[in-house]
């Protein structure tokens, strides 16, 4: 199912036809050169030995793809884990397609391979699709439809960025998932974010335990005003505004409060903290703009 995506991922970008009509060559491996927007950064050793060995078994199944750049020199475009599997496995020759990518194809193209396979961790994706964006002049909703994400998908991965570097670190080494980094950017506090942080990584918090204490963080920051004990206190909110709740705050990465009063009626609250975030929630709200 991986190869059939990917498939249908490096046609849209190089067009089917072209795909199709491409001659698979033997090339030796040390003429080939690494990509240089190649977006993935750490590659598991595990994993490549393993391929390596199933490299040996069965030979390459699935070409490389490269770029000619003289008679003897080729920059990879896709396909790294594969040539490292092979140079590991001790083949001097691998199977490939040769294209004529663009700059921006290449990065395109070797995103494409990492997301739909899930090799890659969040942060370097977040920082493949924001140099989509600033080197290349992409839109979010192009980036999101060039590697099948929605746009809010996009936007949550690349607000990784904002964290501090350590958690930054604790994303790219895979200690903590891109749920848990999304949850922490809710709490804003740096001595609470770090504390949720090391519950995070000390006890195995679940992404969703680490939501509702990063909730809780965030209301007592807040310092919501007392309410007169003789008052009459607002009932148990139903279950299903809870998902909704819950639902809305996911997509939005920023927490979301549904008050539904008598009658039906009532109001959403969606809270920011900056200008720079109320943009990014309007983004989703209304891409095409108010």
Avoid: C
């Amino acid at each position: 199912m991986a190869r059939r995506g990917l498939g249908k991922g490096l046609s849209a970008l190089m067009g089917r036809e072209e795909l199709s009509e491409s001659l698979v060559r033997e090339i030796p491996i040390h003429q080939i050169r690494a990509n240089p927007y190649q977006p993935r950064q750490q590659f598991d050793e595990d994993s490549l030995r393993e391929l390596a060995e199933s490299i040996r078994q069965l030979g390459v199944i699935q070409p490389i793809i490269v770029r000619q750049e003289g008679a003897e020199d080729y920059v990879l475009v896709a396909g790294e884990r594969r040539l490292r599997a092979s140079q590991m496995a001790g083949l001097e020759r691998i199977p490939a397609i040769v294209r004529s990518p663009s700059e921006q194809q290449m990065l395109e193209m070797a995103l494409v391979e990492n997301v739909q396979r899930e090799d890659i961790n969040p942060i370097d994706a977040a920082l493949a699709y924001k140099r989509l964006m600033e080197e290349f002049g992409l839109t979010m909703e192009q980036v999101a439809l060039r590697v099948g994400k929605s746009v809010p998908a996009i936007s949550n991965t690349i607000r990784l960025l904002q964290l501090p570097d350590y958690i930054v670190d604790s994303l790219k080494q895979g200690l903590i998932s891109e749920g848990h980094g999304r949850a922490l950017l809710m709490v804003k506090d740096a001595v609470h974010q770090r504390e949720l942080w090391e519950r995070i990584t000390a006890e195995g918090l679940s992404v969703r335990a680490t939501e509702q204490q990063a909730r809780e963080l965030r209301m007592d920051m807040n310092n919501p005003p007392r309410v007169n004990p003789s008052a009459p206190q607002p009932g148990p909110v139903p279950p299903e505004i809870k998902a909704l709740e819950y639902n809305l705050s996911a997509y939005l990465g920023t927490r979301v409060q549904v008050v539904q009063v008598a009658g039906g009626s009532g109001r959403i609250v969606i809270e920011f903290y900056s200008e720079e975030e109320l943009g990014r929630i309007l983004e989703i709200i209304a891409p095409d703009g108010l």
